[in-house]
Every structure is written in structure tokens, then in C-alpha cells.
Nanobody, 125 residues
Framework: QVQLVESGGGLVQAGGSLRLSCAAS????????MGWFRQAPGKEREFVAT????????YYADAVKGRFTISRDNAKNMAYLQMNSLKPEDTAVYYC??????????????????WGQGTQVTVSS
């Protein structure tokens, strides 16, 4: 069982940056792929980024490539999402997720087994 808690959300102006953190419990964290998803009001949850168990491989949605960076620290049971050049369309609740598969390349929601409660990111224009 893995429990995930996100933090770092908030209100930022367009062009600004935020860093989201995801704290994970459990001794098997280092074997899980980690992902970030987001959900805007009235929209379905969408894939943002994922990183494999070792942190060597990462994958991004086209909408965030070049602006967002996913990372992890297995020694601290932490995952991160650095978000730069934020746009109003990035406004959403951001969720951290963990997958028992060590590598997830396509960001399928069903591939992830554990989810955090979400943190709100609001980007003003």
C-alpha cells in the first residue's frame, strides 16, 4: 500500500513557476513508476508526466513538453513536478499517482494504482 500527499500548489501569474511535491509512504516506493495528472473543471483527468522507477526515463504530454520537468528522489520517497512558463490553461487540480509497473510510457490512468488527494494550481492571466 502506498499513500501519496501532494503539496506546492497555489496561485501564480502567467509566465511564473511552481514546484509540486509528492510525499509517498511505503517501503516499495522505489519500485513504482510515478506520474502527475491534472483535472480542470468540467474536463476529464489528463496525463501530464511520468517517470520510471529509477528516474532515468520520463515522458510528457505534448502540452507541457519543454516547460515541465518530473523528477524523483527514491532516498526520500519523493516525486516532484517543476512547472515553468505557466499558462492560464495549466489551471487545474494536480494529482500525484503511483504505478506498480516500474515504467509507464503512455500515461494511461488505469495503469496507476494509488492517487493523492490533489493540489490546486491556478494561473492568472
Amino acid at each position: 500500500q502506498v499513500q501519496l500527499v501532494e503539496s506546492g500548489g497555489g496561485l501564480v501569474q502567467a509566465g511564473g513557476s511552481l514546484r509540486l511535491s509528492c510525499a509517498a509512504s511505503g517501503r516499495t516506493f522505489s519500485s513504482y513508476a510515478m506520474g502527475w495528472f491534472r483535472q480542470a473543471p468540467g474536463k476529464e483527468r489528463e496525463f501530464v508526466a511520468t517517470i520510471n522507477w529509477s528516474g532515468i526515463r520520463s515522458y510528457y504530454a505534448d502540452a507541457v513538453k519543454g516547460r515541465f520537468t518530473i523528477s524523483r528522489d527514491n532516498a526520500k520517497n519523493m516525486a516532484y513536478l517543476q512547472m515553468n512558463s505557466l499558462k492560464p490553461e495549466d489551471t487545474a487540480v494536480y494529482y500525484c499517482a503511483a504505478s506498480k509497473y516500474g515504467t509507464v510510457v503512455d500515461g494511461t490512468v488505469s495503469a496507476f494504482d494509488y492517487w493523492g488527494q490533489g493540489t490546486q494550481v491556478t494561473v492568472s492571466s
